[in-house]
């Protein structure tokens, strides 16, 4: 399962990343335009709130549990979900995580 996170990892960095690559390509660093177009509809803006909620809540997990179980570079998940998302951050704590769990015995 850990090498199945690790991929999800790449994916969840890989994919959002390809349409931040679109939109700079198209438009340059335009950080207001983004959040414009972010929220424009209602429909984009449940998304939106939704993922800042949930990367809001995985940071807190993240700090907690790592801390709890004693997870290895910890710093670079919170860096992931900060630079890209949920789906980059997530994935890379799980594997992390059950790396660890695997190295101390506890799986």
């Avoid at 909620?53 to 570079?73: D, P, Q, Y």
Wanted: net charge neutral; charged share 10%; with cysteine.
């Amino acid at each position: 399962m850990q090498w199945l996170y690790l991929v999800g990892a790449f994916a969840g960095t890989l994919l959002p990343l390809s349409y931040l690559a679109r939109f700079v390509a198209a438009h340059g660093p335009d950080a207001p335009l983004l959040l414009a177009q972010l929220f424009q509809t209602d429909a984009s803006a449940f998304f939106a709130v939704d993922v800042f909620v949930s990367g809001l809540v995985l940071l807190l997990f993240i700090t907690a549990e790592g801390r709890r179980v004693g997870v290895k570079n910890v710093w670079l998940c919170v860096l992931c979900t900060l630079l890209v998302g949920v789906s980059s951050g997530l994935p890379l704590f799980l594997f992390f995580r059950e790396r660890g769990l695997r190295e101390s015995g506890q799986t």
